[in-house]
Antibody, heavy 117, light 107 residues
Framework: EVQLVESGGGLVQPGGSLRLSCTAS????????MNWVRQAPGKGLEWLAY????????YYADSVKGRFTISRDNAKSSLNLQMNSLRAEDTAVYFC??????????WGRGTAVTVSS | DTTLTQSPAFMSATPGDKVNISCKAS??????MNWYQRKPGGAAVFIIQ???TRAPGIPPRFSGSGSGTDFTLTIANVESGDAAYYFC?????????FGQGTTLEIK
């Protein structure tokens, strides 16, 4: 079964850091581009970051550029999101999603991040 | 950035109804529009790709239409299991953007 499972969420203080992971199974992870997306409480979804199959091409949303870093470990079928300088407005459920030529086709269930003192 | 205006935000339907959810893009995105369904606690499920093509395993009750800036997801003969959060995504260019979502309630 094709599956993505996010982990690493939790409660963090403003200005703190958190590292999210997304573990893939059921497909050849290295053959797919990957993305991170989030949804804040009561808000719509927001795309955050994209990585190519090798990690050589990366894009970020302006809202997280310079604070978040997307990376991947193809040997471990793992996608990561390092989040620094966290703010209250980063409170959200974070999803990883696989990408094909026709868009995001497989999503995880998400991991919740709360930024609060 | 391309803004997607999705409507309605909430709708209630009776089993057997036909429902339409709209997504309007602030600029031309050709047919690079996808639709998804998400139920509480679950992962988003891919319903429609490239505006009109059903994803594998999606019943023909679900259909998509539109091109350019105006898109519609139609669910015919709504069933109780269709109660969910539906959202659109444009993947024509980065940054990818999403509609605000529609919560479908089945009476």
């Amino acid at each position: 079964e094709v599956q993505l499972v996010e982990s690493g969420g939790g409660l963090v203080q403003p200005g703190g850091s958190l590292r999210l992971s997304c573990t893939a199974s059921g497909f050849t992870f290295s053959s797919f581009e990957m993305n991170w997306v989030r949804q804040a409480p009561g808000k719509g979804l927001e795309w955050l970051a994209y990585t190519s199959r090798t990690g050589s091409v990366i894009y970020y949303a302006d809202s997280v550029k310079g604070r978040f870093t997307i990376s991947r470990d193809n040997a471990k079928s793992s996608l990561n999101l390092q989040m620094n300088s966290l703010r209250a407005e980063d409170t959200a459920v974070y999803f990883c999603a696989r990408e094909k030529s026709y868009g995001l086709d497989v999503w995880g269930r998400g991991t919740a991040v709360t930024v609060s003192s | 950035d391309t803004t997607l205006t999705q409507s309605p935000a909430f709708m209630s339907a009776t089993p057997g109804d036909k429902v339409n959810i709209s997504c309007k893009a602030s600029q031309d995105i050709d047919d690079n529009m996808n639709w998804y369904q998400r139920k509480p606690g679950g992962a988003a499920v891919f319903i429609i790709q490239e505006s009109t093509t059903r994803a594998p395993g999606i019943p023909p009750r679900f259909s998509g239409s539109g091109s350019g800036t105006d898109f519609t997801l139609t669910i015919a003969n709504v069933e109780s299991g269709d109660a969910a959060y539906y959202f659109c995504l444009q993947h024509d260019h980065f940054p990818y953007t999403f509609g605000q979502g529609t919560t479908l309630e089945i009476k």
